[in-house]
């Protein structure tokens, strides 16, 4: 099952529309507007909720929550040499790879869950999600949204980084 999810440009507030391969809306996404922390909202297109993320501010290591079915899950990211990794508890994956590139896959074991490319040539930042079954789709898709809001929020630290010391 693929999806693609594109970013709204020139949003107040983080909006996105994940589509299907056949560019039917599944999913939306909104942020809330005013937070500490990340919080999204994810809803079917008859507007029921289908998961709730957030970001936990005072974690030591960055730490993103999802519920789904009433049931939580955490996305942290572990310490590594070469590249960010990151681990879904509560689900058994690992999620490898380029994140800031929008290049990775999420595994559990050898199994792979879904993988997940950059679309270039697209209005607005969009990417591809591949997820391998059905019954793993929301719950893929609430992990890509996590890591893509460590992503942009990694680059905002490294873009005020910059303009501090100039």
Known sequence: MKF???E???SWRDTFHIYNEHHEM???VKGEFIHIGRKLHVYDPDDHQVSYIHEHVLAF???HEFN???KSYKVVKRISFFRPKYKVKGLGWEVEGDILKHNFTIRKGREVIARITDE???WGHTYAIDVKKEENAIYALSVVLILDGMKHKEEENEHKEMSDKE
């Open 120 to 122: 270039w040539l697209t």
């Open 68 to 70: 789904i079915d009433h």
């Open 4 to 6: 693609h999810i594109r």
């Open 26 to 28: 599944q999913y939306y």
């Open 8 to 10: 709204k440009v020139f």
């Open 61 to 63: 290591f960055p730490t």
